[in-house]
């Protein structure tokens, strides 16, 4: 079995209070329920808003430089994840469009090396 990423990306301006909150959130919660019973979810995780992010950056002599905000400035973001264990990349993206549907976002599927 391989482990997945399996990450939804949120855009920038991403408010999940005034998203399709009540709907949303019932079919996300139907979706961890469904990944528990196929024994398949190793960890999930929902993530602050990028504009809470630090970034950390290696600089000459040792040193580092700390920053207020993501490192990658984008119009999306990852706004949280699931790591599942499955036997093939077919069922990662099965699984992948089920969080697409379940979040109204985009996702992105990735296995671990």
Sequence with gaps: M???LIAIHHPDDYDPAVAED???HRDIDA???EMVAAGVRVFVGGL???GAAMSVRPRAGGLLWVTDGP???SKEHVGGF??????S????????RKAAIACRAPVEVRAFN
């Design 2 to 4: 391989t482990q997945y």
């Design 22 to 24: 009540a709907v949303m």
């Design 31 to 33: 979706l961890n329920r």
């Design 48 to 50: 602050a808003p990028a």
């Design 71 to 73: 490192y990658i400035e």
């Design 82 to 87: 699931w790591v599942l264990d499955l036997p």
């Design 89 to 96: 990349r077919e069922d990662a993206l099965e699984w992948g």
